[in-house]
């Protein structure tokens, strides 16, 4: 008698489930990548993780390779990230199963029957809980290092999130500890609420609550808004900081933001902070003085004294944040840039990382110190889903060219509405900001359309999925052999895209009519600024001076100006003598001066 196949026999015995009864499962499901992007999601959120959903992408992708729908490399790679997840999430099967369980509460029955079940798979002797380890050594899971977008990378990665915070951190953390402690919070946790992934939803739930009723923010637009005022303020700050440190997590935690992001303001609030104050004695002080002035909750004496003599006495006030701010007062720090158009040189610092010429209003250089000092640069939920939308027709329109520029301007759009700061401050401007789109969308077609880019493409694709991360002095580090080795294969890549724009002509097309090494140092800018965090000090200079974007800083006296306004739009521009032409810091647009 012929032995029975092995999913005939499990088949038979009803372990796996029919063709008939699999293809309900993956009518939706022939490709993989919205599957792909989620976990990827997860991977960036982890406090989005929920069992049961993991069980289910687990399960439908499972179904999918049997019935044939979806490669079984293809459907392994991602059930074995998604088995990463939740090993990562949880401590054992126990754990897991609860979560599980949880995840089905409110459906009629289904909590009470996935308990049992759960009861069932720990008591089974020879059932898979019983005769698997937890700690089960498990295949590479899929890489969430950054991906391709303007050149030639554009997102950074997301390591797994840190047990033990570095002082830096921590420092940082009690700015707003006068906050979150009087309402109970742990001031040594992102928003004072300490991360539990089997009470993601009520922590979700619990940090929105926190945000809304204590400064009225329910979307990440007026997070960010709201952040960059109280940020850029003047006069006493101890308030206004405290009140960041603490929104911003309540803003992590609540899902609005990546905690990349998150640390990046947090850090920006702690530097501020030590340099308007000497001590925590002299930032309490500060504290109550602008509480006296606006009115919120005081904390009580006792909870001030609190943390003078407890949590506050461990941190020392100038510890060193590795966080650089310009410098206030008549003197600036400013990039040493002599215009190519007219010969001036730059006088003021720029208010972003797009330098503007004081005197003709042309570019003339990319800041890349000013562009890691700004926060929240990175592109939110919805260009995210719009990426996942598009990336099946971006993929799939290949053989027609208008239509692929047309998506990709479609895309390049909602970049745009999303990190209004990571593009020049003429977008502003609607007529150049159709320009900078049409330029940019041509520009990615031209090397979708080019075999031997997509090839280079692929090959830095593949180089990251080798990557790997390891915590050395609390900080989060990618391993240096992978990461040279994606190095090479991304400026590979990139030497391909600069000889097609040179032959297709698409420097010459800049909108702002940028030269051919500006143009490419700008594309670089936020591959360099994703990896920065991640490298040690050799690695992160040379990245810096490969890429072009190490630059020369002078401290100058502020210039003499004269105060005028935008003849467009009435904001205050205020000019350097000789000035011809400027860019509007208000609407973007190039404005003449007359007289």
Not at 377 to 399: I, K, Q, W
Request: hydrophobic share 40%.
């Amino acid at each position: 008698m012929a032995a029975v196949p092995f999913r005939e026999a499990k088949l038979r015995q009803g372990v796996l489930p029919h063709d008939r009864k699999v293809r309900s499962h993956v009518i939706s499901s022939s490709d993989s990548s919205p599957f792909r992007q989620r976990l990827l999601e997860l991977e960036q959120h982890p406090h989005r993780i929920d069992a049961y959903e993991l069980g289910q992408l687990i399960f439908t992708m499972a179904c999918s390779a049997g019935a044939g729908s979806v490669p079984k490399d293809e459907a392994w790679d991602l059930i074995l990230a998604a088995a990463r997840l939740a090993r990562r999430t949880y401590d054992s099967w126990r754990q897991l199963g609860d979560a599980y369980a949880y995840g089905l509460d409110g459906v009629s029955d289904g909590r009470a029957t996935c308990t049992a079940t759960v009861e069932a798979l720990l008591a089974d002797p020879h059932g898979p809980w019983r005769t698997l380890a937890w700690d089960l050594q498990l295949e590479p899971a899929i890489s969430t290092a950054p991906s391709s977008s303007t050149l030639p990378v554009t997102r950074s990665p997301s390591p797994p999130t840190e047990v033990a915070l570095p002082l830096r951190q921590r420092w940082c953390l009690a700015i707003g500890a006068p906050i979150v402690v009087p309402g109970g919070g742990d001031p040594t946790q992102l928003g004072g609420i300490r991360y539990d992934a089997r009470g993601a939803v009520e922590l979700v739930a619990h940090a929105t609550a926190r945000l809304h009723d204590a400064d009225a923010i329910t979307t990440r637009d007026e997070l960010i808004a709201w952040t960059r005022t109280l940020l850029h303020d003047t006069g006493e700050r101890a308030l206004d900081l405290a009140r960041v440190v603490a929104a911003i997590g309540w803003g992590v935690r609540a899902d609005l933001m990546t905690e990349e992001d998150g640390w990046h303001v947090i850090l920006v609030a702690g530097k501020l902070a030590q340099a308007a104050y000497r001590s925590w004695a002299e930032y309490a002080e500060g504290y109550t003085r602008a509480w006296r002035a606006t009115g919120p909750v005081e904390p009580t004496a006792t909870q001030i004294g609190e943390l003078r003599a407890g949590l506050w006495s461990t941190l020392p006030w100038d510890t060193d944040l590795e966080v650089t701010l310009f410098e206030p007062g008549s003197r600036a720090r400013v990039l040493r840039v002599v215009c190519s158009r007219c010969g001036a040189p730059r006088l003021r610092p720029s208010p972003t990382a797009f330098v503007y010429c004081d005197h003709c209003g042309g570019l003339v250089d990319y800041d890349l110190a000013r562009a890691c000092e700004r926060p929240l640069e990175r592109p939110g939920p919805v260009y995210e889903a719009l990426h996942a939308e598009l990336a099946p027709e971006l993929a799939g329109s290949r053989d027609d060219l208008d239509r692929h520029r047309a998506l990709q301007r479609r895309l390049f759009e909602a970049w745009v509405d999303a990190c209004p700061t990571s593009v020049p401050i003429r977008m502003r401007d609607p007529e150049y900001r159709a320009r900078y789109v049409a330029w940019h969308a041509e520009a990615e077609t031209i090397a979708a359309f080019d075999a031997e880019a997509r090839d280079r493409e692929a090959a830095m694709r593949a180089a990251t999925a080798t990557l790997g991360f390891a915590a050395i002095d609390g900080r989060t580090r990618v391993l240096p052999g992978p990461y040279r080795a994606m190095c090479e294969a991304a400026f590979a890549y990139e030497a391909r895209r600069d000889e097609l724009f040179q032959t297709h002509g698409i420097y010459a097309r800049h909108p702002d009519g940028a030269s051919r090494e500006l143009a490419r140092r700008i594309g670089n800018s936020m591959f360099v600024q994703g990896w920065l965090p991640f490298l040690d000090e050799a690695d992160a200079r040379a990245l810096v001076e490969r890429t072009g974007l190490a630059r020369e800083y002078v401290v100058l006296d502020a210039p003499e100006t004269h105060a005028t306004e935008c003849a467009t739009c009435g904001g205050a521009l205020q000019l350097v003598t000789g000035a011809r032409r400027v860019v509007c810091d208000h609407c973007g647009r190039q404005v003449d001066v007359i007289g």
